[in-house]
């Protein structure tokens, strides 16, 4: 946690305290932590954030972090595919429309093969009207 708190240190994080308040929260849920998911504990520390203000800060950050660049790279890659040469007219909405449904085929290529799903979704939301647009 240390070298995280060095890396960021333009948070304001006070490594002395950030020390203290681990060691206390770990003996606060160390009875429990066979029966507290880590969900709970965070939820926990989140509501006694006065008195773990810099652990909290610690963990919001390591939450927002992302483990890797690869979903990243791989919207860019997918971006590159569909959009070609004849495809550099379309709008930005149907480029990202398009991408996203290149990047979660997996889930797309079910509702391909059965769309009851969707439909009835749609039936259950009470809207009565499907506006289709032209395609190009």
């Given at each position: 946690m240390k070298l995280l708190a060095d890396a960021y240190s333009y948070i304001g994080f006070d490594c002395?305290?950030?020390e203290s308040?681990?060691?206390?929260?770990?003996?606060?849920f160390r009875s429990e932590t066979e029966t507290l998911s880590v969900n709970t504990v965070?939820?926990?520390l989140f509501?006694?954030?006065?008195?773990f203000?810099?652990?909290v800060k610690c963990v919001r950050l390591v939450l927002t972090i992302p483990v890797s660049s690869a979903e990243a790279e791989r919207s860019f890659s997918t971006m590159k595919r569909v959009k070609?040469?004849?495809?550099?007219a379309m709008s930005d909405a149907r480029l990202s429309h398009l991408c996203v449904l290149s990047?979660?085929?997996g889930l797309s290529g079910e509702l391909f093969v059965d769309p009851s799903s969707v439909i009835d979704g749609f039936?259950?939301?009470g809207k009565r009207r499907l506006l289709l647009k032209e395609l190009d």
């Open positions: 002395v305290k950030l308040q681990a060691v206390v929260a770990e003996s606060m965070v939820k926990k509501d006694m954030k006065c008195a203000l810099d652990l070609s040469y004849l495809r550099t990047i979660e085929r039936a259950e939301s």
